[in-house]
Antibody
Framework: QVQLVQSGAEVKKPGASVKVSCKAS????????IHWVRQAPGQRPEWMGW????????QHSQEFQDRVTFTTDSSATTVYMELSSLRSEDTAVFYC????????????WGQGTLVTVSS | DIVMTQSPDSLAVSLGERATINCKSS????????????LAWYQQKPGQPPKLLIY???TRESGVPDRFSGSGSGTDFTLTISSLQAEDVAVYYC?????????FGQGTKLEI
């Protein structure tokens, strides 16, 4: 069955970076785009960008463009999101989500990774 | 950016009754190439990721109970739960995937 399993919770200081992993299984990894979504407590989800797991093509939200890096490791069927220059408003749950080819909606989501930014 | 606005922000419905949630986009999300509206609905329970219910505005995801239905086109959309069950208590979000940045509604909290 399709699974996206994310790395565990992180606590970071302002100005630091965080790297979150998303391990995929149960489907052909290279055929799909993986999106990243930030959800602050009590807020709506916020789209950060996507990476194509097969060819590494990337698109970022302008909101995060200068601070976020997406990478992929095909041998490990894992996608990574690194967010730098963390600030308090980055305290949120970060999700990876799968986008079926030719669609745009998200049919499977990771369980989420809580990142807490605090001095 | 396309702004997605849901109404109401919260809703209390009796068990077995109908629940209706609306979503309005600031511009049309109808994709001429697909002849479909690029609009999805998700259900999110506390401590869980969103779960896909409806895509292309009215296509129910596999495994989703048929009491959930989506309708609408262009800029105005509706999620209907025909007979509310206790397990339907959650926050519901609409999501446009017509263009970038992808955007979500503010959510509607559904209670019994």
């Amino acid at each position: 069955q399709v699974q996206l399993v994310q790395s565990g919770a992180e606590v970071k200081k302002p100005g630091a970076s965080v790297k979150v992993s998303c391990k995929a299984s149960g489907y052909t990894f290279s055929n799909y785009v993986i999106h990243w979504v930030r959800q602050a407590p009590g807020q709506r989800p916020e789209w950060m960008g996507w990476i194509h797991a097969g060819n590494g093509v990337i698109q970022h939200s302008q909101e995060f463009q200068d601070r976020v890096t997406f990478t992929t490791d095909s041998s490990a069927t894992t996608v990574y999101m690194e967010l730098s220059s963390l600030r308090s408003e980055d305290t949120a749950v970060f999700y990876c989500a799968r986008d079926p080819p030719g669609s745009g909606y998200y049919d499977y989501w990771g369980q989420g990774t809580l990142v807490t930014v605090s001095s | 950016d396309i702004v997605m606005t849901q109404s109401p922000d919260s809703l209390a419905v009796s068990l077995g009754e109908r629940a209706t949630i609306n979503c309005k986009s600031s511009q049309s999300v109808f994709h001429n190439s697909y002849s479909k509206s690029c609009l999805a609905w998700y259900q999110q329970k506390p401590g869980q990721p969103p779960k896909l219910l409806i895509y292309w505005a009215s296509t129910r995801e596999s495994g989703v109970p048929d009491r959930f239905s989506g309708s609408g086109s262009g800029t105005d959309f509706t999620l209907t739960i025909s007979s509310l069950q206790a397990e339907d208590v959650a926050v519901y979000y609409c999501h446009q995937y017509y263009n970038y940045p992808r955007t979500f509604g503010q959510g509607t909290k559904l209670e019994i």
